[in-house]
Nanobody, 121 residues
Framework: QVQLVETGGGLVQAGGSLRLSCAAS????????MAWYRQAPGNERELVAS???????NYADSVKGRFTISRDNAKNTVYLQMNSLKPEDTALYYC???????????????WGQGTQVTVSS
């Protein structure tokens, strides 16, 4: 019904940059919040950054000043520009969207399949 597909992960050296993209498709009426979460082995999934439909953003303290979240509402796509990457940023990064499916009266939450980001020292 609704799919979130992430692209852009990979292997990068410390200090490098990567840009993640996540496109939502399907019977979507309206997307509210979009976000990026990450989960490293042995750790719980944590919020990296979020952005509302109006463009308000929120970042984890650990990524402030290095990561930038943005979205293209016309394309139902959210981006995460990651600069000055550190080995501790290594994780599986998940896209999240809170949205109304066409014809629905309540918000549903959707997750992507995850994209691996590995930062070597």
């Amino acid at each position: 019904q609704v799919q979130l597909v992430e692209t852009g992960g990979g292997l990068v050296q410390a200090g490098g940059s990567l840009r993640l993209s996540c496109a939502a498709s399907g019977s979507i009426f309206r997307i509210l919040t979009m976000a990026w979460y990450r989960q490293a082995p042995g750790n719980e999934r944590e919020l990296v950054a979020s952005i509302t439909s109006g463009g308000s953003t929120n970042y984890a303290d650990s990524v402030k000043g290095r990561f930038t979240i943005s979205r293209d509402n016309a394309k139902n796509t959210v981006y995460l520009q990651m600069n000055s990457l550190k080995p501790e940023d290594t994780a599986l990064y998940y896209c999240y969207a809170a949205l109304f499916v066409s014809g629905a009266t309540k918000v549903n939450n959707y997750w992507g399949q995850g994209t691996q980001v590995t930062v070597s020292s």
